[in-house]
């Protein structure tokens, strides 16, 4: 009799099993994969979160650095972790929206072999230009742009990035002539905008912000769609440019076909992180704005940030070289 029923008690073992399994999670450590190196910007946001993760889900979520390949490789490394929660990415607009906008020829597939869990914040950019423009508003210096047609550039951190991309959005959104400079990250281009070299440069608040408060820089907008309250006297450039937005995201994804339990259980301890007080002032020293929602919305939201990037991409022709 046993051996009649064993056939029936294995398949029922096998449908209880990933729903016990979720309903104990987590039990152990969770590796959080950051696909940059440790130091930087999205390692920094990474580990304060991480660690009031940590204390709302009771265990240990430890930061694992796979930087190169512009992502691809931690990416891909959590990709193919197994489905039970125990490897989670943080991803960003580098490698979910920008990367397969451009067509880069990647060893997943963004949209079909990760599970989005949730949103976790926005880095919206500065628009900084030299103390001498002859603009104190986003509306005088496009007029300003147009009375200089060629004549004026912008500053990137190279070909490929947000603040490339975000430039090339104000182009086609302004109608503009601008030339394209690109430099090795942002901070050498510093330089060359604070003496008037270069016209326009699009930077992070955590790097741009010190320059304007010291005098050397003049900041016109920011870049998310609606005004900062990490600086809200600042217009964002939308008020000039109608649904004009460019912010770095930041989200959590687990591989394909995480446990809903799973993802149910990260997304509500991320959404409670993101209430914490001390939480928001360490996100707002770092120019994030805390974001949460739900996994469906995440998931809008990067859908909708890569058909914008590849509009633009597309449209003003840009490669990554």
């Known amino acids: ?28 450590p969770i590796r959080l994969v950051v696909p940059f190196p440790a130091g930087g910007p999205t390692d920094v946001f990474a580990r304060a979160v991480s660690e009031k993760l940590g204390q ?14 512009g992502g691809a490789i931690g990416t891909d490394l959590a990709a193919r972790a197994p489905a039970d929660g125990y490897t989670l990415l943080l991803g960003t607009s580098s490698t979910h929206s920008v990367a397969p906008a451009f067509g880069m020829k990647l060893p997943y597939d963004t949209a079909k072999d990760f599970t989005p869990i949730v949103q976790v914040g926005d880095a919206p950019n500065l628009m900084l230009v030299p103390n001498d423009t002859p603009a104190k508003d ?3 210096w496009i007029a300003y742009a147009r009375k200089n047609p060629g004549k004026l550039n912008y500053a990137s951190s190279g070909p490929g990035t947000v603040v ?10 302004a ?7 690109a430099y090795k990250g942002t901070a050498l281009a510093m330089p060359d905008l604070m003496s008037g070299k270069v016209h326009v440069l699009f930077d992070s608040m955590p790097t741009g912000l010190p320059h304007v408060q010291a005098g050397r820089l003049r900041a016109l907008a ?16 939308s008020e000039t440019l109608p649904g004009f937005e460019s912010v770095v995201w930041f989200g959590l994804y687990g591989p394909k076909n995480l446990p809903p339990a799973v993802v149910t259980r990260v997304n509500a ?15 707002a020293r770092l120019g994030i704005q805390p ?31």
Do not use: C
């Open 56 to 69: 709302r889900l009771g265990q240990t979520v430890i930061v694992d650095n796979k930087p190169g390949a």
């Open 1 to 28: 009799m046993l051996k009649l029923f064993a056939p029936f008690l294995l398949a029922a073992a096998a449908v209880v099993t990933p729903s016990a399994h979720a309903d104990g999670y987590p039990a152990k």
């Open 222 to 237: 920011v870049t998310s769609l609606k005004r900062s309250p990490l600086l809200p006297n600042l217009p964002a450039v």
């Open 138 to 140: 986003v509306k005088e």
């Open 269 to 283: 301890a991320v959404n409670e992180v993101l209430k914490d007080k001390d939480m928001q002032d360490r996100l």
């Open 164 to 173: 490339q991309l975000t430039a090339e959005y104000l182009k086609a959104e």
């Open 291 to 321: 974001a949460g929602g739900t996994p469906q919305q995440f998931a809008t939201v990067v859908e909708q940030d890569r058909a914008k990037w590849k509009k633009i991409i597309t449209e003003q022709k840009l490669t990554l070289e």
């Open 175 to 181: 109608k503009v002539d601008l030339t394209h400079v």
